[in-house]
């Protein structure tokens, strides 16, 4: 299934901007960036549980925000691009 991950990290002191690091890598480890705070990935329920519970337990609930948009695996005609970044092919090939 495909998962919008977005977050909001708090970056007004050293704290924050760890919190913000760690959230960023976890959602590489996973997905697609799509933009600054926000990703794209596909992963099965369990890896989404999985990811779900490292990026709860990485925020700090008082100063960020953490929203998961389920898109399911029929997901290309929920998708529109439009803009100057070329988009992905999400279960394509992907060349590190």
Do not use: W
């Amino acid at each position: 299934m495909l998962v919008l991950i977005t977050y909001d990290v708090n970056t007004e002191d050293a704290a924050g901007r760890k919190r913000l690091r760690q959230v960023s890598k976890q959602c590489v480890d996973y997905g697609q960036r799509v933009q600054n705070s926000v990703f794209e990935c596909l992963v099965d329920p369990a890896q989404y549980k999985l990811l779900q519970t490292k990026l709860l337990e990485i925020i700090d609930p008082a100063k960020d925000s953490l929203r998961f948009y389920q898109l399911g695996n029929k997901y290309q005609s929920k998708i529109e691009h439009f803009g100057a970044k070329t988009s992905y092919e999400p279960e394509g090939v992907l060349l590190v």
